[in-house]
Protein backbone atom coordinates (compact mmCIF):
# COMPACT_ATOMS: atom_id res chain seq x y z
CA UNK A 1 0.00 0.00 0.00
CA UNK A 2 1.23 3.74 -0.87
CA UNK A 3 0.72 5.57 2.96
CA UNK A 4 -0.57 9.15 2.73
CA UNK A 5 2.38 11.32 2.40
CA UNK A 6 4.05 11.84 5.84
CA UNK A 7 2.34 8.82 7.84
CA UNK A 8 5.17 6.82 8.03
CA UNK A 9 7.31 9.81 9.73
CA UNK A 10 4.03 10.40 11.82
CA UNK A 11 4.64 6.71 13.05
CA UNK A 12 8.09 7.20 13.89
CA UNK A 13 6.84 9.62 16.14
CA UNK A 14 4.10 7.90 17.55
CA UNK A 15 6.26 4.63 18.44
CA UNK A 16 8.85 7.21 20.37
CA UNK A 17 6.53 9.32 21.99
CA UNK A 18 4.70 5.95 23.72
CA UNK A 19 8.33 4.48 24.09
CA UNK A 20 9.23 8.00 26.12
CA UNK A 21 5.75 7.88 28.24
CA UNK A 22 6.90 4.09 29.35
CA UNK A 23 10.69 5.64 30.07
CA UNK A 24 11.93 3.45 27.06
CA UNK A 25 14.49 4.04 24.97
CA UNK A 26 14.83 3.34 21.16
CA UNK A 27 16.54 0.38 21.50
CA UNK A 28 14.61 -1.19 24.91
CA UNK A 29 12.05 -3.90 24.62
CA UNK A 30 8.38 -3.02 24.56
CA UNK A 31 6.41 -5.36 26.27
CA UNK A 32 2.68 -4.11 24.33
CA UNK A 33 0.81 -5.27 27.44
CA UNK A 34 2.67 -1.98 29.51
CA UNK A 35 1.84 0.00 26.89
CA UNK A 36 -1.66 -1.12 26.74
CA UNK A 37 -1.89 -0.75 30.41
CA UNK A 38 -0.83 3.05 30.06
CA UNK A 39 -3.27 3.48 27.50
CA UNK A 40 -5.78 2.07 29.93
CA UNK A 41 -6.93 -0.69 26.94
CA UNK A 42 -8.15 -3.90 28.64
CA UNK A 43 -5.63 -6.63 26.96
CA UNK A 44 -8.02 -10.37 27.88
CA UNK A 45 -6.65 -13.69 26.49
CA UNK A 46 -8.69 -15.45 24.04
CA UNK A 47 -8.79 -18.37 26.81
CA UNK A 48 -10.50 -16.44 29.33
CA UNK A 49 -13.56 -17.26 27.27
CA UNK A 50 -13.32 -20.97 26.77
CA UNK A 51 -15.53 -21.67 29.87
CA UNK A 52 -18.10 -19.64 28.62
CA UNK A 53 -17.71 -20.70 25.06
CA UNK A 54 -15.63 -23.71 24.74
CA UNK A 55 -15.23 -23.14 20.73
CA UNK A 56 -12.48 -21.23 21.53
CA UNK A 57 -10.15 -24.03 21.88
CA UNK A 58 -10.49 -24.94 18.54
CA UNK A 59 -9.09 -21.33 17.87
CA UNK A 60 -6.52 -21.57 20.48
CA UNK A 61 -5.14 -25.14 19.71
CA UNK A 62 -6.93 -26.65 16.56
CA UNK A 63 -6.28 -23.59 14.04
CA UNK A 64 -5.11 -20.57 16.31
CA UNK A 65 -3.71 -18.85 12.69
CA UNK A 66 -7.30 -18.06 12.18
CA UNK A 67 -7.71 -15.87 15.04
CA UNK A 68 -4.87 -13.38 15.93
CA UNK A 69 -6.47 -10.86 17.81
CA UNK A 70 -9.20 -8.25 17.68
CA UNK A 71 -10.49 -4.19 19.45
CA UNK A 72 -13.73 -4.76 20.66
CA UNK A 73 -15.88 -1.37 21.70
CA UNK A 74 -17.82 -0.63 24.12
CA UNK A 75 -18.66 2.57 23.89
CA UNK A 76 -15.73 4.72 23.14
CA UNK A 77 -13.31 2.39 25.24
CA UNK A 78 -11.60 -0.42 23.35
CA UNK A 79 -10.22 -3.83 24.62
CA UNK A 80 -8.24 -6.28 22.77
CA UNK A 81 -9.18 -9.86 22.77
CA UNK A 82 -5.91 -11.88 21.99
CA UNK A 83 -4.90 -15.68 21.04
CA UNK A 84 -2.83 -16.70 23.62
CA UNK A 85 -2.34 -19.78 21.72
CA UNK A 86 0.43 -18.13 19.40
CA UNK A 87 3.88 -17.93 20.57
CA UNK A 88 5.13 -14.89 22.85
CA UNK A 89 6.54 -13.23 19.35
CA UNK A 90 3.26 -13.39 17.53
CA UNK A 91 1.37 -12.57 20.63
CA UNK A 92 3.60 -9.31 21.21
CA UNK A 93 2.90 -8.62 17.42
CA UNK A 94 -1.02 -8.91 17.65
CA UNK A 95 -1.43 -7.00 20.49
CA UNK A 96 1.56 -4.29 19.03
CA UNK A 97 -1.36 -4.08 15.97
CA UNK A 98 -4.45 -3.65 17.64
CA UNK A 99 -2.73 -1.05 20.43
CA UNK A 100 -1.90 0.53 16.96
CA UNK A 101 -5.10 1.22 15.93
CA UNK A 102 -6.29 2.74 19.23
CA UNK A 103 -2.67 5.23 18.58
CA UNK A 104 -4.13 5.79 15.24
CA UNK A 105 -7.36 6.64 16.64
CA UNK A 106 -9.06 4.29 13.95
CA UNK A 107 -12.73 4.29 14.50
CA UNK A 108 -15.17 1.19 15.06
CA UNK A 109 -16.45 -0.53 12.01
CA UNK A 110 -18.93 -3.82 11.93
CA UNK A 111 -16.69 -7.25 12.07
CA UNK A 112 -19.39 -8.35 9.42
CA UNK A 113 -21.42 -7.25 6.95
CA UNK A 114 -25.43 -8.00 5.91
CA UNK A 115 -24.54 -10.96 4.29
CA UNK A 116 -22.25 -12.49 6.90
CA UNK A 117 -18.65 -11.46 5.50
CA UNK A 118 -15.86 -9.64 6.92
CA UNK A 119 -15.56 -6.23 6.73
CA UNK A 120 -11.90 -5.37 5.58
CA UNK A 121 -10.28 -1.79 5.23
CA UNK A 122 -6.81 -2.71 4.05
CA UNK A 123 -5.68 0.73 4.32
CA UNK A 124 -5.98 1.11 7.67
CA UNK A 125 -5.51 -2.83 8.45
CA UNK A 126 -1.77 -1.66 6.24
CA UNK A 127 -1.41 1.74 8.76
CA UNK A 128 -2.15 -0.50 11.90
CA UNK A 129 0.82 -3.11 10.91
CA UNK A 130 3.19 -0.50 10.16
CA UNK A 131 2.78 1.64 13.42
CA UNK A 132 3.00 -1.54 15.04
CA UNK A 133 6.43 -2.53 13.57
CA UNK A 134 7.82 1.11 14.94
CA UNK A 135 6.74 0.20 18.09
CA UNK A 136 8.56 -3.10 17.99
CA UNK A 137 11.54 -2.18 16.43
CA UNK A 138 12.07 1.85 15.85
CA UNK A 139 14.42 2.88 12.76
CA UNK A 140 17.07 3.68 15.17
CA UNK A 141 17.06 0.20 16.51
CA UNK A 142 16.72 -1.80 13.05
CA UNK A 143 19.56 0.72 12.24
CA UNK A 144 21.83 -0.94 15.36
CA UNK A 145 20.74 -4.25 14.37
CA UNK A 146 21.96 -3.88 10.51
CA UNK A 147 25.42 -1.82 12.16
CA UNK A 148 25.82 -5.12 14.18
CA UNK A 149 24.67 -4.95 17.79
CA UNK A 150 22.69 -7.85 17.76
CA UNK A 151 22.15 -10.51 14.73
CA UNK A 152 18.80 -11.84 13.28
CA UNK A 153 18.17 -13.91 15.89
CA UNK A 154 19.60 -11.87 18.81
CA UNK A 155 17.12 -8.83 18.26
CA UNK A 156 14.21 -11.20 17.80
CA UNK A 157 14.83 -12.16 21.37
CA UNK A 158 15.54 -8.72 22.87
CA UNK A 159 12.89 -6.93 21.05
CA UNK A 160 10.60 -9.92 21.66
CA UNK A 161 9.68 -10.34 17.73
CA UNK A 162 9.87 -13.35 15.59
CA UNK A 163 12.69 -13.05 13.01
CA UNK A 164 10.96 -12.55 10.36
CA UNK A 165 9.59 -9.54 11.99
CA UNK A 166 13.36 -8.02 12.70
CA UNK A 167 13.75 -9.10 8.62
CA UNK A 168 10.63 -6.82 7.60
CA UNK A 169 11.89 -4.30 9.79
CA UNK A 170 15.72 -4.13 8.51
CA UNK A 171 14.23 -4.25 4.79
CA UNK A 172 10.84 -1.80 5.23
CA UNK A 173 13.93 1.09 7.21
CA UNK A 174 16.08 0.42 4.61
CA UNK A 175 18.48 0.06 7.61
CA UNK A 176 20.93 -2.69 5.82
CA UNK A 177 21.64 -0.41 2.78
CA UNK A 178 22.30 2.51 5.32
CA UNK A 179 24.41 0.43 7.55
CA UNK A 180 25.96 -0.56 4.53
CA UNK A 181 26.95 2.66 2.92
CA UNK A 182 28.24 3.90 6.00
CA UNK A 183 30.89 1.22 6.24
CA UNK A 184 31.80 1.04 2.40
CA UNK A 185 32.00 5.24 3.07
CA UNK A 186 34.19 4.26 6.22
CA UNK A 187 36.44 1.61 4.07
CA UNK A 188 37.28 4.43 1.58
Not at 50 to 72: H, K, N, Q, R
Not at 167 to 181: D, E, H, I, P, V
Amino acid sequence: MAFQRGFKTWANTIAADARAELGLSLTARLDPIVLAESLDIPVIPLSEFAAVAPEVEYLIDGEPEVFSAMTVFAGRRRLIVHNDGHTPARQNSNIGHELSHGLLAHPPTPALDDAGCRIWNQDIEDEAGWLSGCLLIPEPAALAIARGRWTVEGAAVHFGVSTAMVTFRLNATGARKRAARERSRRAA
